[in-house]
C-alpha cells in the first residue's frame, strides 16, 4: 500500500508542476510549448484519477481485513507466476499482494467472486473470478494452531459467505 500511495503522491506533484509550467509559460506567450504541458497536465491527472481509485481500493482491503501474511503464488489457468511481497492481505473485498489488487464481490452478480477457500497445514487456496476467468491464489498462512485455522475459517465465511475447508489439522 506503501507503492501506491508514493505513486499517487507522484502523479499529484508531476500535475500541479505541468499545470504551473503551463500557466506560466502561457503567460510568457510560449503557445507550443503550453500544449504541451497541457496535454503531460492531462495524462498526470488522469493517472493521478486511477491511482486515487486503486488507492481507495487497497485502504478499503486493509481496512477489512482477514488475515495477512507474508507471500502468495497467483496461478491463472495457461501460467503462473510467484510473489513474494511484504504485505498480502485477505479481505472481504479481495486481495492485496504488494501493489497489486485482485477485487472480488463489488460488480454485483456477474462480477468477480470469491468460490473456493481450502486451508491446509501450510497454506491457504482462495479461487474467484467471474464466468470468463478464475484465478488462484496460494498464500502461506503462518498459522500453528488449530484454534488460530478455525478462527480465520469462521472469519472467512462470515465475511465472505464462503466456507473454507480445512485440511490435515
Not at 509550467?21 to 503550453?34: C, D, K, N, P, Q
Not at 482491503?61 to 489457468?77: C, G
Not at 492485496?96 to 454485483?108: E, K, N, Q, V
Request: aromatic share 8%; with cysteine; proline share 1%.
Amino acid at each position: 500500500m506503501k507503492l501506491i500511495r508514493k505513486r499517487r503522491n507522484g502523479y499529484a506533484l508531476m500535475f500541479a508542476a505541468s499545470i504551473c509550467l503551463a500557466v506560466w509559460l502561457g503567460v510568457t506567450s510560449m503557445l507550443e510549448v503550453v500544449f504541451a504541458f497541457g496535454a503531460i497536465s492531462l495524462i498526470s491527472l488522469m493517472l493521478l484519477v486511477r491511482q486515487s481509485r486503486l488507492l481507495n481500493d487497497a485502504t478499503l482491503i486493509w481496512d477489512n481485513r482477514i488475515l495477512a501474511v507474508p507471500s502468495a503464488l497467483i496461478s491463472m489457468p495457461g501460467r503462473q507466476m510467484k510473489k513474494d511481497t511484504e504485505e498480502t492481505v485477505v479481505s472481504t473485498f479481495g486481495v492485496l499482494i504488494g501493489s497489486r489488487i485482485y477485487r472480488w464481490g463489488l460488480d454485483g452478480v456477474h462480477g468477480v467472486r470469491l468460490h473456493t477457500a481450502h486451508i491446509d497445514q501450510e497454506r491457504l487456496y482462495l479461487t474467484f473470478g467471474n464466468k470468463d476467468q478464475t484465478m488462484r491464489v496460494e498464500l502461506l498462512h503462518g498459522m500453528t494452531g488449530k484454534q488460530a485455522v478455525l478462527d480465520a475459517a469462521q472469519k472467512l465465511l462470515r465475511e465472505t459467505g464462503v466456507t473454507a475447508v480445512v485440511n490435515g489439522w
